[in-house]
């Protein structure tokens, strides 16, 4: 079921990496927000989710060479690939379909450009959205869809 290396730094999770995954800050409000909107617009309930802060989710920054002490990307893996930055948030939307795939349209920007953008956005983000004290309870929705 579970397609993640075995090492005693990656937890044993009932991950099934042909479900699309996203995992985000818990604590940041804009990323959390993410997450309720893809909630609402994953009809088919393919997306999968987990916390940076979780086992799963520092083990997968790590494998990802993404820092695991802060969090400025979110991170999707869609049928196998892994995604950071901008990019992960138009693969997210590609893979929903029509018509949230039009953000393919922001693979127009050079990728230095996105980069740039994400990171104004992300290194910004507690001070324009907020941040919680810890992660909050999820829903009932997304407590059978957040695994680690």
């Known amino acids: 079921m579970t397609d993640l290396p075995e090492s005693p730094d990656f937890p044993r999770q ?3 990496a042909r479900q699309p995954l996203i995992v985000f800050d818990g604590v940041c409000v804009f990323c959390s927000g993410f ?3 893809i909630l609402r617009l994953d009809r088919e309930k393919r997306f999968r989710f987990a916390t940076a802060q979780s086992p799963l989710g520092q083990a997968l920054f790590r494998l990802h060479s993404l820092p695991t002490d802060d969090y400025d990307s ?14 992960s948030f138009v693969a997210v939307m590609a893979a929903l379909g029509w018509p949230w795939r039009a953000a393919k349209a922001l693979l127009i920007l050079p ?5 740039w953008l994400y990171d104004r956005v992300a290194k910004n983000r507690y001070a324009l959205f907020g941040r919680k004290d810890s992660c909050e309870i999820p829903s009932a929705e997304l407590r059978e869809r957040l695994i680690g």
């Open 111 to 115: 990728r230095p450009l996105r980069d």
């Open 35 to 37: 997450v309720q909107l």
């Open 74 to 87: 979110n991170l999707a893996i869609i049928d196998g690939a892994a995604f950071t930055k901008l990019d």
């Open 14 to 16: 009932a991950y099934n």
